[in-house]
């Protein structure tokens, strides 16, 4: 059925009803009323659709277009309906594999919807789309746009840039094609999300912008609601992929209009956002300034440092609690500096966003191996393990450079031990299982460390060749006074030995807890009650020491 408003330009189009002009119109036509219900579509819309009429007729297209809240179709409607204006939007249709035009119009007692393929028109659109006020991937704003809107005085209380960690990965696993259809639907759930008064902009790269309109304090929500819109997982291209979105906002103080310094100081939100996991959305600060031109120092000192070797390693001991005796060593790494020595936590980040771990990670095994050779001519045969980032343990390379490294020193391999973050096992090393099995055979150990941070399973870790389990410091801190970490540990040690994996606690600073450690039969401990990390020379005093009197005490710390 064809609705009356629709029927009654007859009288206009001299002799042609709508209906028969639309039936042979060469692009995809439907009527869909205030309550989504198709009341008229054409051939092609139905060709299009792959479906009977008595499939469309008289349903609501939620019913037969899968994921339809998430089409360009649903949100051209969506904007027509809510600002009662002709819409006109070029989107990716996921469900038919091509650009279309859709172009939605107003009319009494629902929309009218026109779509046809613009595959052709959106190449060739990219160029003069670039130049113009709308980005060619998403057809929202861009850049420009925000900075005419901006310079024309909208009401905007806050600049907001949301960008997206570990995006990198999601053009790694899907591909550019892929990735670019993870940004078209971003950008169309972001759009959805956003409310009267709020404008949302594609940026270069995979960032986009926001303006709001909201005070404190309810500023702080609406941006919570936006980061919750877009967090995943996200069906996309057959994969379930998690994005990590995060937020960094610049209050707008009336007239502020400079596009370029709102996006650099919001920019600068937005990466101490990316910098801090457990901090999603961060306002600009003055601070932030000064923290940015003090990182930029200390990247250029970190470059220069790394280049005539002075970064150094620390050992600290592990000890096989039930006997005192030195059981290993883990070396951590420090940065001799003019303002004190840096601990990694501070330096170890920047070293990531500057590209500078390899050259890290090669330090560490260099020096490691280095170190053991030092141990061993002393007669002190001390497994040391070391920590490498993840991409490190994601390369294939690292098997060969460990094997070349081991066999000019004539170490016997079991003497390094790689200690592999629980979280980054569980997201990333699943795809490098070679190189550890390689690693393994090779008689390298591993283990995994922070271990209870993450949510891996035992069943899980089973697949991986680990040696050995290092409880997380988080656990062994309270132990004492709390009966659920008392349950944790001891679960954690019940299992692991089950599974025949030793256990390493780490952080224990208390005799206290060194006793319930043995009491829990736990293998060995790594804490401050036992001794700090400490330089080379201090360790061979150390381990030395323990020959002498083989049965160690805790240090009152
Ligand atoms: P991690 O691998 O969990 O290392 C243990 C950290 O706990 C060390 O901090 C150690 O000094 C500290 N610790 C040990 N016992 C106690 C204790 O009883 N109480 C307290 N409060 N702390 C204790 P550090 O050396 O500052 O290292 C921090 C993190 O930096 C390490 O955590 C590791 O994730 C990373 N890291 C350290 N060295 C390297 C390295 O050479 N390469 C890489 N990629 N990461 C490293
Ligand atoms: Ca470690
Ligand atoms: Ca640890």
């Given at each position: 059925m064809f609705p009356d408003g629709l029927t009654n330009v007859r009288n206009a189009t001299h002799g042609f009803d709508?209906?028969?002009?639309?039936?042979?119109?060469?692009?995809?036509?439907?009527?869909v009323d205030s309550q989504w219900i198709v009341r008229y579509c054409n051939d092609v819309y139905l060709a299009n659709a792959g479906k009977r009429a008595?499939?469309?007729?008289?349903?609501?297209?939620?019913?037969?277009?899968?994921g339809f809240e998430r089409s360009i179709f649903y949100e051209t409607i969506e904007v027509c309906r809510r600002e009662n204006k002709p819409m006109c939007r070029i989107g990716y249709s996921t469900a038919l594999g091509r650009w279309l035009m859709v172009r939605v119009f107003p009319v009494d007692g629902g929309v009218l919807l026109l779509a046809n393929d613009a595959s052709q028109s959106v190449v060739d659109q990219y160029q003069l789309a670039q130049q113009a006020l709308a980005d060619p991937l998403t057809g929202l704003p861009n850049k420009l746009s925000l900075a005419q809107d901006l310079g024309s005085g909208h009401p905007a209380t806050a600049l907001a840039i949301l960008g997206l960690a570990r995006f990198d990965e999601i053009?790694?696993?899907?591909?550019?094609?892929?990735s670019d259809k993870a940004l078209m639907a971003l950008g169309s759930r972001l759009q959805s999300a956003s409310r009267d008064g709020e404008r949302v902009y594609k940026l270069p790269g995979h960032e986009f912008a926001v303006l709001?309109?909201?005070?404190?304090?309810?500023?702080?929500?609406?941006?919570?609601?936006?980061?919750?819109?877009?967090?995943?997982?996200?069906?996309?291209?057959?994969?379930?992929?998690?994005i990590e979105p995060r937020i960094g906002c610049l209050p707008l103080a009336p007239g502020e209009n400079d596009v370029e310094s709102g996006l650099r100081r919001a920019a600068l939100a937005l990466r101490r956002a990316h910098a801090q996991p457990d901090n999603d959305i961060v306002f600009y600060e003055p601070q932030?300034?000064?923290?940015?031109?003090?990182?930029?120092?200390?990247?250029?000192?970190?470059?220069?440092?790394?280049a005539a070797d002075q970064l150094t390693l620390y050992l600290q001991p592990k000890v096989a609690v039930a006997e005192g005796t030195l059981a290993g060593a883990e070396a951590l790494i420090r940065w001799p500096h003019a303002e004190g020595m840096i601990p990694p936590g501070d330096f170890l980040s920047l070293a990531q966003d500057s590209g500078l771990m390899p050259e890290i990670d090669a330090f560490v095994l260099r020096r490691t191996i280095r170190m053991l050779s030092e141990l061993r001519s002393l007669g002190l045969e001390v497994p040391v393990s070391i920590n490498l980032s993840v991409d490190a343990l994601c390369d294939d390379r690292l098997e060969s450079d460990i094997a070349r490294l081991l066999a000019a020193s004539g170490l016997p391999p079991r003497l390094l031990e790689i200690e592999l973050p629980e979280n980054a096992l569980i997201r990333d090393v699943g795809t490098s299982m070679d190189v550890l099995a390689r690693l393994n055979a090779m008689g390298v150990r591993l283990s995994v460390d922070d271990f209870g941070t993450g949510y891996s399973s035992f069943s899980y870790l089973a697949r991986f060749p680990v040696h050995a389990l290092k409880i997380d410091r988080s656990f062994i801190t309270g132990l004492v006074t709390s009966p659920t970490h008392q349950k944790i540990v001891k679960g954690i040690i019940r299992v692991a030995h089950s599974l025949q994996l030793s256990v390493v606690a780490e952080g224990a600073e208390t005799a206290e807890e060194l006793q319930a450690l043995r009491r829990l039969h736990c293998d060995t401990v790594q804490g401050y009650a036992y001794a700090r990390p400490m330089p080379m020379p201090e360790f061979v005093a150390f381990a030395q020491r323990q020959q002498a009197v083989p049965r160690m005490r805790a240090t009152s710390i």
């Open positions: 709508l209906p028969t002009l639309l039936g042979h119109a060469g692009e995809a036509v439907a009527f008595d499939e469309v007729l008289e349903h609501t297209p939620f019913d037969y277009i899968p053009t790694q696993r899907l591909g550019y094609a892929g709001l309109s909201h005070e404190q304090p309810q500023l702080l929500p609406r941006l919570q609601a936006l980061l919750g819109a877009l967090r995943g997982p996200w069906p996309l291209g057959g994969q379930s992929i998690v932030l300034e000064l923290a940015l031109l003090r990182r930029q120092r200390l990247e250029s000192e970190l470059r220069a440092a790394l």
